[in-house]
């Protein structure tokens, strides 16, 4: 058998922290490594497997697009596109489009419609206000709107255009709002920033600044849409409603695609102004719909309340238990436990190798994005695993 670690460490790019472990496959929750241990994965692929691995929902659906039709170019009308496009406005509050491939072209198309908006309606105005300990993805623009110096530091200097300000506190944004400023850009949750979730009427707050200057609310529901954080889109959960939302990660139930939506009036692209060579392609639009059709059919976003609420209860009570647990929050299955001192590594390793899997998303804050049709049985084998790691580190405390 191959040294598959050995050939990373020899062909591939140093830019990822992996863990020592080749994946081969993959059903529901679970993955096996190439020596066939068996692992349970509350890491989802960074929560894209909505369905867990390989639902049948979604294979059928790919394999029998891939026997169809794969790619056309958007010069053609395809069906998949159309019918997704269809399922996702009906159930948002936005009226229209536009398919990419990944999470972060999602949020930088969403910026650019915001940026046509500003030149069309607002004189010309094209800053975008975002937050600190914000995440928006890798390309250089979008480093530039997340908020956080370890990714922007080694790219100076970056485009401008974007003001980052402290989160969960609207004056932050009113003071950096001027007559340049086109839009504001928040997650309803930051996902990569630690799962910090701000008080229930922040994003009300925002939402009528926005009005009040006549500025665009953008947000990024790259992780907390799609079911993550027990509703189909964030919003719902902060009653507002934003004038350009930016989707991928649960989308596609494990296929690469992104899109952006936007409300009519937002809807300012003119033909040839935004484009993807792949974006909309029949085979990630057969996989986005039949994930999504099987969400909304089959009540996820609900099912996601109850077992996330389970899922922090279960948390809470190993919060109370050892104390260099310092914070347990989230909504839905997008949920993070704080731990005193940067000792996440060494829970994750003794838990992987107990058989589960979980996501250091800061040093010192382990977060839980399970697939959304988790049982309560995993969740109880999940804590079964983790409460006795807990309990070595606290003696070792
Ligand atoms: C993951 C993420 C992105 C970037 O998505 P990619 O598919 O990795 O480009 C952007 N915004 C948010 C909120 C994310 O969680």
């Given at each position: 058998m191959a040294d598959w670690q050995e050939l990373e460490s020899k062909y591939y790019m140093r830019t990822f922290k992996r863990m020592p472990l080749t994946l081969v496959r993959g059903e529901g929750a679970r993955v096996w490594d190439d020596r066939g241990k068996e692992y349970l994965d509350f890491t989802s692929g960074w929560g894209v497997n909505s369905l867990g691995h390989c639902h049948p929902a979604v294979v059928g659906a790919v394999c029998e697009q891939a026997r169809t039709l794969i790619q056309t170019s958007n010069q053609f009308y395809t069906t998949p596109q159309l019918r997704l496009a269809e399922l996702l406005v009906d159930k948002s509050c936005l009226d229209r489009v536009f398919f990419c491939n990944s999470g972060v072209e999602a949020v930088e198309g969403a910026v650019k419609l915001a940026r046509r908006y500003g030149k069309l309606h607002l004189g010309g105005a094209y800053q975008v206000?975002?937050?600190?300990?914000?995440?928006?993805?890798?390309t250089l623009t979008m480093i530039a709107a997340t908020g956080q110096p370890k990714h922007q530091e080694p790219y100076t200097?970056?485009?401008?255009?974007?003001?980052?300000?402290?989160?969960?506190?609207?004056?932050?944004?009113?003071?950096?709002?001027?007559?340049?400023?086109?839009?504001?850009?928040?997650?309803?949750?930051?996902?990569?920033?630690?799962?910090?979730?701000?008080?229930d009427d922040y994003l009300k707050a925002v939402r009528s600044w926005c009005d009040e200057k006549g500025i665009l609310l953008i947000l990024d529901e790259v992780q907390t849409g799609i079911g993550r954080i027990g509703s189909l889109f964030g919003y719902e959960q902060y009653s507002v409603e934003p004038d350009i939302m930016a989707l991928a990660k649960g989308l596609g139930g494990g296929v690469p695609m992104g899109a952006f939506l936007a409300k009519d009036k937002a809807s300012v692209f003119a033909p040839g102004e935004?484009?993807?060579?792949?974006g909309g392609n029949p085979l990630a639009c057969s996989a986005g719909y039949a994930t999504l059709k099987f969400i909304i059919e089959d009540d996820i976003p609900n099912k996601v309340k109850q077992t996330g609420a389970y899922l922090i209860s279960e948390l809470?009570?190993?919060?109370?238990?050892?104390?260099?647990?310092?914070?347990?929050?989230g909504r839905g299955l997008l949920v993070?436990?704080?731990?005193?001192?940067?000792?996440?590594?060494?829970?994750?390793?003794?838990?992987?190798?107990?058989?589960?899997?979980?996501?250091?998303?800061?040093?010192?804050?382990?977060r839980f994005?399970?697939?959304?049709?988790?049982?309560?049985?995993?969740?109880?084998?999940?804590?079964?695993?983790?409460?006795?790691?807990?309990?070595?580190?606290?003696?070792?405390?």
């Open positions: 206000i975002t937050a600190l300990n914000s995440f928006h993805g890798r200097p970056l485009p401008s255009g974007f003001i980052n300000v402290e989160y969960n506190r609207v004056n932050a944004i009113k003071e950096a709002t001027t007559s340049e400023t086109c839009a504001v850009m928040l997650e309803p949750i930051q996902g990569e920033g630690g799962v910090n979730v701000p008080d935004h484009g993807s060579t792949f809470e009570r190993l919060k109370t238990k050892f104390s260099f647990i310092t914070d347990v929050r993070a436990i704080q731990i005193a001192g940067d000792i996440s590594d060494g829970i994750l390793v003794a838990c992987r190798e107990r058989g589960l899997l979980l996501n250091p998303v800061k040093p010192s804050v382990i994005i399970p697939p959304l049709n988790i049982t309560k049985n995993d969740i109880d084998e999940a804590i079964a695993i983790l409460e006795p790691v807990l309990m070595d580190v606290g003696k070792e405390k």
